[in-house]
């Protein structure tokens, strides 16, 4: 099956730096894309979403980024927090069918 | 709120043995998920279900079963343990359909030894 994946397994960013973790996916009918956020021993917690209708949608300090000529996610995250240590998860589903989720990245803060 | 309940949260078994994870949500959401989670492999999709009385397969659902009797309730169930299913199990549901925020539990951590 089709598969999302992340370029960067781990990703250490120095406290009040803005935080970048990409994704590649590699189904181009995938419409709806998710970021989670999962801290150590805890479920994973929505953070944003977007539709491939969109490019870019903001949150509260994070914006993802959607390239569907490249098939590239990101979450960029701005000044980075010691609370937003944690493992990222990305997320595609083409109509109809589950959520598919990428290996993660671990963001580690450096205070 | 609760919001999804997972129990129990640690539970140990013996090759062979036989165990139900309990999932219940109470934000009435139709669709409930059972992944598993294993180190370097994401969350993997076992079963889920798009309301009461349905349930479908996910990627790796071999020696798992479930039953969705109840609309808020999302049993998964080993019949005959293996060492290959030590992982940490969650749970999560949504009321938006495929593509919508997923609600997840605290995890199950289940070994077996």
């Known amino acids: 099956g089709e598969s999302v994946g992340l370029h960067l397994p781990t990703l250490s960013v120095q406290e009040g730096d803005n935080s970048i973790i990409n994704c590649a996916y590699s189904n181009s009918a995938s419409d709806y894309f998710i970021w989670y956020k999962q801290e150590s021993g805890k479920g994973p917690q929505f953070i944003i979403d977007i539709r491939s209708n969109m490019d870019k949608r903001q949150g509260q300090r994070v914006t993802v980024l959607l390239n569907k000529t490249v098939k590239h996610l990101s979450l960029q995250i701005a000044a980075t927090q010691p609370g937003d240590s944690a493992v990222y998860f990305c997320a595609e589903n083409v109509l109809n069918t589950p959520l598919v989720f990428g290996k993660g990245t671990r963001l580690s803060v450096i205070a | 709120n609760a919001g999804v309940t997972q129990t129990p949260k ?104």
């Open chain 2, 10 to 113: 640690f539970r140990v078994l013996k090759t062979g043995q036989s165990m139900t994870l309990l999932c219940a949500q109470d934000m009435n959401h139709e669709y409930m998920y059972w992944y598993r989670q294993d180190p370097g492999m994401g969350l993997r999709l076992i079963h889920y279900s798009v309301g009461e009385g349905t349930t479908a397969k996910g990627e790796v659902p071999d020696g798992y079963n479930v039953s969705r009797l109840k609309k808020q309730n999302f049993l998964l169930g080993l019949e005959s343990a293996a060492p290959s299913q030590t992982s940490v199990y969650f749970c999560a549901s949504t009321g938006k359909g495929f593509a919508g925020e997923l609600f997840f539990g605290e995890g199950s951590r289940l070994t077996v030894l």
